[in-house]
């Protein structure tokens, strides 16, 4: 990979914990998460009209993979409802690459490599460290980020296909936020009844922003994306627990334990494994 795709893939896992935290620093996570929705809407959407528009086949990627955001959104706002970012995001993030190693493998037959082995138990071993043991992530928030990881390593796999049958990474990634910034709101509105925001509350400000960082968070990835293998890509974004674990202790107040660390820096080691083992 170029030094440009590896300093975008990077920026991309900084942009991405920092969003997580805003996010779980909020009182009302659901309502937090779909008012920044709407800064990536609206930027996206001129976006979406100065690009060419994506090749017919990649609709159908663009549509599944606004869908399994929403998915991923509801599921997320839970874990962090009952889990601490230096807990939740870790396994979140962890468990994606290590379903993609093993998905293959159950349904291809093909043997891991030597370093998908090392990467898989480096995962698994990191967020094991994580779900026992003294200050261990409450089996709640455990279910929903492994639930959550599910669906990240699906629609991280539709993108990685979709990008390329649009043609153009810029309109693939402002028709996934326009498609996912529509559905959210809907699916706020089922659940609540009733979304209010006032643009005069710091609250709706500072929404709004935080979704600005999560436009360019996804967007740097899709790019990266069109430009170099999903695999690494998608593994050196992972290095985002680590940054994720030194926010929540900045940040948040949340503790810094030593095994916290070192889970961390072994989730992230073996997911960069298994990516360039990809």
């Not at 937090?32 to 709407?38: A, L, N, P, Q, R």
């Not at 017919?56 to 706002?77: H, M």
């Not at 030597?114 to 455990?142: D, P």
């Not at 810029?170 to 209010?196: D, E, M, N, S």
Request: hydrophobic share 55%.
């Amino acid at each position: 990979m170029s030094p440009l795709v590896v300093g975008l893939a990077l920026f991309a896992a900084i942009m991405h914990a920092t969003w997580n935290a805003f996010l779980r620093s909020g009182a009302d996570r659901l309502w937090t998460v779909t008012v920044m929705s709407f800064s990536g809407t609206i930027i996206a959407i001129p976006f979406a009209f100065a690009f060419p528009l994506p090749a017919v086949g990649a609709w159908p990627y663009i549509a599944l993979s606004s869908i399994l955001q929403v998915g991923y959104t509801f599921f997320l706002v839970a874990a962090y409802r009952h889990g601490q970012l230096g807990q939740v995001y870790p396994i979140v993030r962890g468990t994606a690459p290590l379903l993609v190693t093993l998905g293959t493998f159950l349904l291809t037959g093909l043997q891991p490599t030597l370093v998908q082995a090392i990467g898989v138990t480096m995962v698994a071993a990191g967020i094991m460290s994580l779900a026992l043991g003294r200050g261990r992530a409450s089996w709640t928030s455990l279910a929903f980020a492994f639930t959550t990881g599910v669906i990240v390593a699906s629609y991280g796999t539709v993108d990685s296909i979709g990008v390329h049958a649009a043609q153009h990474a810029g309109a693939y990634a402002a028709w996934v936020f326009i498609g996912y910034g529509t559905l959210l709101p809907l699916a706020f509105l089922l659940v609540r009844r009733k979304l209010v925001v006032d643009l005069r509350s710091v609250e709706t400000r500072k929404a709004l922003g935080g979704g600005i960082v999560a436009l360019v968070s996804y967007a740097l990835v899709v790019i990266a994306f069109s430009m170099g293998p999903a695999g690494p890509i998608t593994a050196l974004r992972e290095t985002s627990v680590v940054f994720a674990i030194v926010i929540g202790w900045l940040f948040l107040g949340e503790k810094l334990t030593w095994l916290r660390i070192a889970a961390g820096l072994v989730v992230a080691a073996g997911a960069i494994c298994l990516g360039y083992a990809g």
